[in-house]
């Protein structure tokens, strides 16, 4: 079991930049991968990106490629997903997730915190 704790985000111009760090607890974090979800009013929940255990392999959704960047350091129990030219559409709750593989079936879940996106 792990638990995720969030940090960052916030109100942001488009174009600006805003980073998302996801702390995991107990010495299993390298265990899982992880990944960062994003749900906006009315929508599902869907994978933004996400990353392997070892870190070598990273998958993101079409929309935020070029954009986004996740990484993660399993010494410090960290998943860090960087947003560079954030765009209005952007904006949702933005939440950590660790799971057994990017399928993400019966993952565990940080907490969530928004990102708003202003045009």
């Known amino acids: 079991q792990v638990h995720l704790v969030q940090s960052g985000g916030g109100l942001v111009q488009a174009g600006g930049s805003l980073r998302l760090s996801c702390a995991g607890s107990g010495h299993t974090f390298g265990s899982y991968t992880m990944g960062w979800f994003r749900q906006a009013p009315g929508n599902e929940r869907d994978l933004v990106a996400a990353i392997s255990r070892s870190g070598d392999n990273t998958v993101y959704v079409d929309s935020v490629k070029g954009r986004f960047t996740i990484s993660r350091d399993n010494a410090k129990n960290t998943v860090v997903l960087q947003m560079n030219s954030l765009k209005p559409e952007d904006t949702a709750v933005y939440y950590c997730?660790?799971?057994?593989?990017?399928?993400?079936?019966?993952?565990?879940w940080g907490q969530g915190t928004q990102v708003t996106v202003s045009s």
């Open positions: 997730a660790a799971g057994a593989t990017m399928m993400f079936a019966h993952a565990y």
